[in-house]
């Protein structure tokens, strides 16, 4: 089965972030968590076609999206994550 996303929103996958494992050296409390980025990267998977400013030309490429706003869907077993195109800041192009 094939998802498409419909009504201005994107497919999109998670784009994992590479950790820097540097040790620290100082010292914090032990429920003290680094704060996270409202912002992350995803692979634009498929577009719908009503989309005015992201197209399927823009499929495969990379996004800088808002994470408070990407939707994961959860339907027959598999994960979808869909945002809205106004969410999508910007597109990396080569």
């Avoid at 409390?29 to 005015?52: F, M, R």
């Amino acid at each position: 089965m094939i998802f498409k996303p419909l009504n201005r929103h994107a497919l999109l996958e998670l784009v994992e972030q590479k950790k820097d494992e540097e040790e620290s050296r100082i010292l914090v409390p032990d429920d003290y968590h680094v704060p996270k980025s409202p912002y992350g990267t995803y692979k634009i998977l498929s577009v719908a076609g009503d989309c005015s400013s992201i197209t399927p030309d823009d499929e495969g490429r990379t996004a800088v999206v808002n994470n408070t706003m990407v939707e994961l869907i959860n339907v027959y077993d598999k994960e979808y994550c869909l945002v809205l195109e106004n969410y999508i800041f910007g597109i990396f192009s080569e």
